[in-house]
Structure formats: C-alpha cells, structure tokens
C-alpha cells in the first residue's frame, strides 16, 4: 500500500519542525493501543504514525522521501476514485488508460523496501565511479604524468693495494628493491592484491654487476654506473649505482710505486749470527737468508717480490729493526753478562 507520511501525520510538506511533533503527539496518544484499545487495526494505525514521524522528523530521511516524490506524484482524490493511487505527472496517459508501468509502480509499492534498494543502488554506483576514478588515476599515471627518476644506489667495494694499482673487475651481488612495475607500488590492481609483487608494492631481486676498477683508483673514490640505480616510474630515469672504493690498508707492508716495503726484527743473535727466517710475500712464505753481522735499519731486497704495474713487477725491500727480547731467562741474562765481560768492542 502507498504511504503518504505527510497525509498520516495531517501536515503539509512546508510544516515547521513543531507544528510535525505537536501533530504526531496529537496522533500518538489519539492511537496508542493502551488508549484506543489494542486491536489489530488500532495497532497498524499507530505503527504507521510512528513511521511517519521517523521518517520526517531526520532530515536526512525526509530528504530522500521527498526526492522519492519528485517521480511520484500521490494523488489525494479519494472522492473520484476511493483509493490512492499514482498519478505520474510526466506521462501523457490519461487516466483511464494506465500503462504496466504506473499500475507496477503504483500498486503494491513498498517503500521501505524501494527506499533500501535506491540507498544499495547509490552505494554501489558509488563504489563503481571510486573505482572507476582510481583506475583512470592509475592508467593516466602509467602513460602520462608523474613519471619519477628511480633512486640511486650506493654501495662499496674493497680492494687490495695491488687491486688499486693494477686496475681489477670485481663482481659485486645487491639485494636491490624496486617499485613494483605492475601496481606501481600501488599494491592493488582493480581492487585484487597484485599478483606480481603479492601486495608489497615492491619487489627485491640479487643483482650482479660486474666493475671494473681503473688502474691507480684513489681510496674512497666512488665509481658511477648509469642507469643501474632503482628503476624509474612511469618512463621516469633509472637511478644511478655508487660504489665506493676502498682499499685495503696492510697491517704489515707499505707501497712506494710498485716496491713493497716492509719491516723485519730480528733477535741480536739472528743479526750477529745470521740464518734463515720466513717472510710473506703476495706468493707465499719464502726463506731469507740473513747474512752475519747484520746491522739495525739495514735493507734486504728481494728482487720480484712486489707488484706488477702493467706488467713490470716491483720488489720487496726488507728493513731490518733488531729488538731485544723482553722477559730474558736468568741463564740468557748470565750469558750477556758474559758477553759484556769478554766483549773487546765499544760500539759507540
Ligand atoms: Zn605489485
């Protein structure tokens, strides 16, 4: 059955928020079941009333309903007809010829339940155009605008002194992490968790690039490959890859061109004596032979023990620096009392 609320309620649709709540208290205690007696129809009545209210007392509501009415025009001639009825004011049909469409809206109209389907209709047209909007947003993004240089990558690598002077490659693995290229970071596509990057909005991959380092690279310099840094968005320019070179600095031996210069100690005997000790070069431990009489600071040269700079190799140069040893023995200590006691030359 038709509904007109403002008719329930006897109000016009122009009526102040007072003249609605005095005309539904009227009506409230004139039907209240407990007053009027509880009866079916007493019931109804009062159910309807109550409705009424509810739905013209919210803004909100009444707002919807009356827009409702704009499309429906609720005649209120009960004298020719007995019955409300529709009456559409766009159609031209006359009313004695009604088409199936005015008798299926007139009729049987339920507006509680037309009034939740418009409001469900609504929320997903909304929903439609959100989505809608974002998937324009993003396909615009991808072809036109917002396209943004990656970011560059630093990193390090270290080399040895002979690396440095001789020039290498090095192999360098990265864990380097882009933007997803297929949501664009966004981590959605059209509503569904990106396949490609599983809703991380970006993906890691180990990245092998093969450096070369020049010939004569200083410590900390940096070497710049373009183009490998993080990959740009929407056509934008890949970031570049940094990489700081370091050079190993050598606990034990320093580099004068392609010479290695090292120190070596020797006990006092070893020097008055001589023998043979064991010194590391870049081909393994090799034996020195340590002439008698050796004197402290004096060199030893060892000839093709040093570098390779384009192909000329350099050599070792051995100082010798004579250290007396700590924590002697009292036999040892007897034994340099001896010396000194039997020893027929002054030094100085
Ligand atoms: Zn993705």
Known sequence: MTKDYYKILGVSENCTESELKSAYRKLARKWHPDI??????????FKEINEAYEVLSDKVKKAEYDTINRYYNYSSDKKSTGTTEPNFKNTKANSTKKTE?????????NWEEFLSKYKDYTNKYQEARKKENEYKKQNTNAKYGNSKRGKDINTDVEITIAEAINGCTKVINMLNTNVCPYCNGRKFINGTICPHCKGNGETSDYKRFSVKIPAGVKDNSKIRLS?????????GKNGDLYITVHIKSPLDYKTEGNNVLKTITLAPYEAVLGGNISVKTFDGNI??????????????RLSGCGINVNGKIGDMILTVEIQVPKNLSSDEIELYRKLRDISSQNVR
């Not at 469409?101 to 109209?109: I, R």
């Not at 034996?287 to 030893?300: E, L, S």
């Open 227 to 235: 183009g490998e840094g993080n990959r740009g968005l929407n056509g």
């Open 101 to 109: 469409h005015e008798k299926s809206a007139g009729f049987n109209f």
């Open 287 to 300: 034996n020195v032979k340590i002439t008698p009489n050796t004197q402290n600071g004096q060199k030893i």
């Open 36 to 45: 009027a007696g509880n009866t079916n129809d007493i019931v109804a009545k």
